[in-house]
């Protein structure tokens, strides 16, 4: 019986080893097969897909390398530049540097590359025209063995300049046939803004530079170009801009508001504006002008900052950005402070910078029916302040805890300053209020009105050396001396 069993699962065994040989016979025999196919399927598509073409000249790289049989010079030639400059690239970590090679990498000739094909024949291939127009007789397929010969580009001597009424003004690399139509072409067309566009003037310089000759044209003509032309399309100024003011703060309805060329009243800006709030501070408000650095650098952050956010605290601003110098040249303009005159005369001159389209008086402007006399007219690119109006008043110089002090309606300047902690131990009697947009000085009294938005300042009694003392009775002695020797003068010539 047992004998029985044991033979029983001998064969079983033997049954299972000759049921995994055949198995895995099966999947040899089957991935010889898929081996062979897939060889073969591939051989297809290397003879049917896959041609060689040779790159020369004035490119990022020379070779000759693989392309498919369905790819254009565009697409061949972007994907051989594609791989080449992103290899090279991988090795910068420097920015700056990482830039340059990637601007140096870029240039290269994309019009009048040369094709020669295997059987002689030539085509002139011209990337710049296929981009802009989708024409494929400037683009063509490639053939195998196809060989692109890029010719050097040289901006600074092989060029066309245009300019005027066209929609991007540009210089190009000129190559030999290239008419007027070719330029308009490459500047992205006539600028539609423009109407009755019908002639060019193209300036030429002799070969040494020295006479330089203008031709005027007419477009439908299509003259013929030369070398270095230089060409301005010709058409009447469009007023038709984009001419707006920005006004932000205590309005209604912040933003732009949109003008004529020659500007529009305040008043009416304002009222295209919804009108101030009930928080506008007419005294603080003003009008920026492009008309000098300053102002230029101040309308700049303010429309930048306009387009990432359209609610802007202007107090926040001015507290964080503003132009450290012009705070305390606006304080020390109309300070009765002991300075030189010449240092008056600086501060009148760095304030001009940022006031010389003249100051607007918002109060006298919206004053009401009295206010018909008085205007201001806005300009394009203007940016109108409203800030909100203070109920603080700021208290600094010497007094032991400067800062804001909220405003309290009939008190005077001693409450500001017992509030602010006292005076401190060097301060001088002669306190000043610090008041308006023009911040004019007036002597601090018991009867002087202190209002919203005005600065107290304590001065500071000075600490002098031995040596300003010696030297301040050395001017003394010295004009006593003068004095006496005139005295004497007038006495002998009086005898």
């Known amino acids: 019986m047992e004998k029985v069993k044991?033979?029983?699962n001998y064969i079983e065994i033997i049954f299972l080893s000759s049921l995994i040989?055949?198995?895995v016979q099966i999947q040899i025999v089957g991935q010889s097969m898929d081996f062979l196919v897939g060889n073969q399927n591939k051989g297809d598509a290397t003879d049917l897909n896959t041609i060689s073409v040779t790159l020369g000249g004035d490119f990022v790289v020379n070779g000759t390398f693989i392309a498919a049989g369905t790819e254009t010079v565009d697409q061949f030639v972007t994907r051989i530049f594609s791989e080449y400059s992103n290899r090279i690239l991988k090795r910068t970590t420097e920015q700056n540097l990482f830039k340059i090679i990637k601007?140096?990498?870029?240039?290269?000739?994309k019009r009048g590359i040369l094709l020669k094909r295997y059987d002689g024949s030539q085509i002139t291939v011209d990337l710049e025209k296929f981009r802009l127009t989708g024409d494929f007789k400037f683009n063509p397929y490639l053939k195998n063995n196809d060989v692109l010969i890029f010719p050097v580009l040289d901006l600074e001597r092989n060029f066309i300049d245009i300019s005027g009424?066209?929609?991007k003004a540009k210089k190009f690399q000129f190559v030999e046939g290239d008419r007027l139509s070719d330029a308009i072409l490459l500047a992205n067309g006539i600028n539609p803004a423009y109407s009755n566009v019908e002639y060019a003037e193209i300036y030429r310089l002799d070969e040494k530079g020295n006479e330089q000759t203008v031709e005027r044209v007419l477009i439908k003509d299509n003259p013929y170009l030369k070398r270095g032309d230089r060409i301005r399309?010709?058409?009447?100024?469009?007023?038709?801009k984009d001419y707006k003011v920005l006004v932000l703060g205590e309005v209604k309805q912040p933003g732009y508001v949109y003008i004529a060329k020659n500007g529009m009243d305040i008043k009416d800006v304002i009222k295209l504006s919804g009108g101030f709030t009930s928080s506008a501070s007419l005294e603080r408000s003003t009008v920026l002008r492009g008309t000098n650095k300053e102002n230029l650098l101040l309308i700049k952050a303010f429309t930048e900052l306009y387009k990432d956010s359209k609610n802007i605290d202007i107090k926040k601003f001015n507290e964080n950005n503003f132009l450290s110098q012009f705070e305390y040249l606006s304080f020390m303009r109309m300070s009765d402070e002991v300075l030189e005159d010449s240092l008056y005369f600086l501060i009148d001159m760095k304030l001009k910078q940022f006031f010389d389209y003249g100051a607007v008086d918002f109060t006298k402007v919206f004053a009401g029916k009295d206010s018909l006399s008085v205007s201001f007219r806005v300009k394009d690119g203007d940016v109108i302040l409203i800030p909100q109006q203070s109920n603080d008043v700021f208290i600094f110089g010497q007094v032991n805890s400067p800062g804001y002090i909220p405003f309290k309606k009939g008190k005077n300047f001693h409450y500001y300053i017992n509030h602010a902690g006292g005076l401190g131990e060097d301060y001088l009697d002669?306190?000043?209020?610090?008041?308006?947009?023009?911040?004019t000085w007036i002597t601090a009294e018991e009867s002087t009105e202190i209002l919203p938005g005005d600065y107290i300042y304590v001065p500071k009694d000075p600490s002098r050396s031995f040596l300003y003392y010696l030297r301040t009775a050395s001017y003394i002695t010295s004009i006593a001396s003068a004095l006496a020797t005139v005295a004497i003068l007038i006495l002998?010539?009086?005898k």
């Open 492 to 494: 002998n010539l009086t």
């Open 233 to 240: 399309i010709l058409a009447g100024e469009n007023q038709k």
């Open 165 to 167: 009424a066209v929609n």
């Open 21 to 23: 040989f055949i198995c």
């Open 6 to 8: 044991y033979i029983s």
């Open 103 to 109: 601007s140096e990498l870029n240039n290269y000739s």
């Open 430 to 439: 002669n306190i000043k209020v610090i008041r308006g947009k023009a911040k």
